[in-house]
T-cell receptor
Framework: DTEVTQTPKHLVMGMTNKKSLKCEQH?????MYWYKQKAKKPPELMFV???????INESVPSRFSPECPNSSLLNLHLHALQPEDSALYLC????????????FGPGTRLTVT | AQKVTQAQTEISVVEKEDVTLDCVYETRDTTYYLFWYKQPPSGELVFLIRRNSFDEQNEISGRYSWNFQKSTSSFNFTITASQVVDSAVYFC?????????????FGDGTTLTVKP
């Protein structure tokens, strides 16, 4: 099973709302990633978790708060977002952190109003 | 610093044509990995291939083939007898081991449209 699932598929939120994105994989991968992708652009790395510990934070604003409750789950908590945060948010996993192929979920399309 | 250039922004072909997507990379490191991902309209990136810098053998997988040439720093991707389902954005990516720790540099992508 090479599937990464993400919920919800679509999310519309106001700038004062708090919401969470969820990601799950059951491949036994020990590295998980959050990416942000704007239209017609490549994905931009936000966070990397390795063995459930935050390994990389690409200077992401604090209104994005990641969490890795266990080796299969990855959350992204959203609070006080701005309209420019509207994008496709992709989760990915790989066997370990490093130069390994990443398996991506279908993404959550976020609109901030 | 690393860089990946996909000079072709958009390509349009008719079904059954062969098409080559170009990828040129820059790195000073001797150990690195190159990837191709496909992103169909549904949104998720699909892993296609991973190649390390010490393996210059070309690879074929069904209608897909990859040509890796270190001399020209290129890792080109050819689809033979293209099909409508091949329509997608294709990203080439570079990862330098081990210091980049999973951070990949992506090209800007090539949008391939295959018309019936």
């Amino acid at each position: 099973d090479t599937e990464v699932t993400q919920t919800p598929k679509h999310l519309v939120m106001g700038m004062t709302n708090k919401k969470s994105l969820k990601c799950e994989q059951h491949m036994g991968h020990r590295a998980m990633y959050w990416y942000k992708q704007k239209a017609k652009k490549p994905p931009e790395l936000m966070f990397v978790y390795s063995y459930e510990k935050l390994s990389i934070n690409e200077s992401v604003p604090s209104r994005f708060s990641p969490e890795c409750p266990n080796s299969s789950l990855l959350n992204l908590h959203l609070h006080a977002l701005q309209p420019e945060d509207s994008a496709l948010y992709l989760c990915a996993s790989s066997v370990q952190q490093g130069s390994y192929e990443q398996y991506f979920g279908p993404g959550t399309r976020l609109t901030v109003t | 610093a690393q860089k990946v250039t996909q000079a072709q922004t958009e390509i349009s072909v008719v079904e059954k044509e062969d098409v080559t997507l170009d990828c040129v990379y820059e790195t000073r490191d001797t150990t690195y990995y190159l990837f191709w991902y496909k992103q169909p309209p549904s949104g998720e990136l699909v892993f296609l291939i991973r190649r390390n810098s010490f393996d210059e053998q070309n690879e074929i997988s069904g209608r897909y083939s990859w040509n890796f040439q270190k001399s020209t720093s290129s890792f080109n991707f050819t689809i033979t007898a293209s099909q409508v389902v091949d329509s997608a954005v294709y990203f080439c990516a570079l990862s330098v081991a081990p210091f980049n720790a999973g951070k990949s540099t992506f090209g800007d992508g090539t949008t391939l449209t295959v018309k019936p």
